[in-house]
């Protein structure tokens, strides 16, 4: 896609083509139920926009973090992200940072004090976030063990084992992106472009 089509959009003085550009780029994969969720930083000013884009569809997001007119929102579907974190491997890595809940708001509630924690003080996001936004157990694991170093490759996330499939997933996601922007630039509204 052209830069000029990308500046165009995200600079759009209308908040909702604005944020509905913003969300069909960056969450394609999430709407074409690719990803069990997604995290995105928007303006803070777009964040009571969200009710209007996603009214009617079984899409919920949660605020993670505010700061310098930005915020961190995740975007998921609350049954699809529950079972995620039930899984058994899933389950046992985010119990291992102090998730004892089987309650996806309690989960939420500590996944947003962790993040809130690291970036106070200068660690990004935490590790396990990983484990919420879909990556492979072992891609998450290797990262925390390897301190983000020594992958095979890196796109959507850093791989550190299966390589071929992490190739297959980021074409998939790819393609899953195209199709959301191209769909938007026709007119397709979010609830129309996600499945």
């Keep these: 896609m052209p830069a000029e089509v990308l500046s165009y ?6 908040r909702r083509i604005r944020l509905g550009f ?5 969450c394609a994969p999430f709407l074409k139920r690719l990803k069990v969720s997604c995290v995105i930083t928007l303006d803070s000013e777009l964040y009571g926009e969200l009710d209007a884009l ?3 569809m079984n899409i919920s997001y949660h605020m993670l973090s505010e ?6 929102v995740l975007f998921y579907r609350p049954e699809e992200l529950e079972a995620h974190l039930r899984g058994p ?11 004892c809940s089987r309650d996806l708001s309690k989960t939420l509630r500590r996944l947003t004090l962790r993040v809130r924690e690291c ?3 200068g660690m990004g996001f935490p590790h396990e976030i990983g ?7 072992n891609d998450v694991r290797g990262f925390i063990q390897n301190e983000g170093k ?3 490759m890196t796109g959507y996330w850093k791989v550190y084992e299966n390589l071929a499939g992490a190739k297959m997933i980021f074409n998939k996601y790819d393609r899953a992106k195209d199709s959301a922007v191209n769909e938007f630039l026709t007119g397709k509204t979010i609830r129309e472009i996600a499945v």
């Design 9 to 14: 959009f995200l600079k759009n003085s209308d």
């Design 119 to 121: 970036m106070k003080n």
């Design 150 to 152: 020594g992958y095979l």
């Design 54 to 56: 996603f009214c009617g």
């Design 89 to 99: 491997e899933i389950s046992s890595l985010i119990r291992e940072y102090g998730y």
């Design 22 to 26: 913003q969300v069909a780029l960056q």
């Design 131 to 137: 484990a919420f936004l879909g990556y492979p157990v």
């Design 67 to 72: 700061s310098d007119g930005k915020c961190l």
